[in-house]
Nanobody
């Protein structure tokens, strides 16, 4: 089992940058594909970005492609989401998620594919 704790959210202005972190407990972090999702009140949780176990492959939602970068440091049991050129429509609660997988190259874009979730961190972008 793994526990996930997000941090790094806050209030910023449009065009600013933020880096979210998600720290995972346990000694098998490198066995998990990781993802970031976001949710606005009244809407479903939406996929943002995902990264495979070895950090060799990433995939992004079209809405963040070219602005956000997902990365991970398996030695620190942490996954990151660097968010640049933030827009008001990026305002949401951001969640990280983990899925154990035996396949090094796999990553996942659907929330139902993930086994563990963090508590979320609020990101607010003012115009």
């Amino acid at each position: 089992q793994v526990q996930l704790v997000e941090s790094g959210g806050g209030l910023v202005q449009a065009g600013d940058s933020l880096r979210l972190s998600c720290a995972a407990s346990g000694r098998t972090f490198s066995s998990y594909a990781m993802g970031w999702f976001r949710q606005v009140p009244g809407e479903e949780r939406r996929f943002v970005a995902t990264i495979n176990r070895s950090a060799g492959s990433t995939y992004y939602a079209d809405s963040v492609k070219g602005r956000f970068i997902i990365s991970r440091d398996n030695a620190k049991n942490t996954v990151y989401l660097q968010m640049n050129s933030l827009r008001p429509e990026d305002t949401a609660v951001y969640y990280c998620a983990a899925r154990m997988t035996y396949f090094t190259s796999s990553y996942y874009t659907e929330g139902l594919q993930y086994d563990y979730w963090g508590q979320g961190t609020q990101v607010t972008v003012s115009s």
